[in-house]
């Protein structure tokens, strides 16, 4: 049985919310998230799998945070490549750990 797209468009249409779920979608610089990437070996290099990347030091992450203001985006998510790690993650329960270093700087 063939249902016509004339038939589908009014069914859509039915309901607020099924006109929000069907309705184009918009999409601007405040819906995007800015990803950070940032090693705590100090290391500033490019990330071979990710064009146009690259991996910020802590003195340098603001440079990254500086360039999403200038794009407009809102929202940053930091990437942290550790020195040390382990099974259980409990490098990430200290309270001087390297990820809360790296969110003070881009704070400033």
């Not at 979608?25 to 146009?52: M, N, Q, W």
């Not at 990347?53 to 942290?80: D, H, Q, W």
Request: aromatic letters at 6%.
């Amino acid at each position: 049985m063939e249902i016509s797209k004339m038939r589908l468009t009014t069914r859509n249409k039915k309901s607020k919310q099924m006109i929000r779920l069907v309705r184009p979608l918009e999409l601007t610089t405040s819906d995007l998230i800015y990803p950070i990437f940032v090693r705590e070996d100090g290391k500033t290099t490019a990330i071979p799998s990710i064009e146009g990347e690259r991996y910020f030091s802590l003195k340098n992450c603001t440079e990254a945070g500086s360039e999403a203001l200038k794009l407009g985006i809102p929202a940053i998510m930091v990437f942290s490549i550790l020195k040390k790690r382990n099974i259980d993650g409990s490098v990430a329960l200290k309270k001087d750990n390297f990820d809360i270093k790296v969110f003070k700087k881009l704070k400033k």
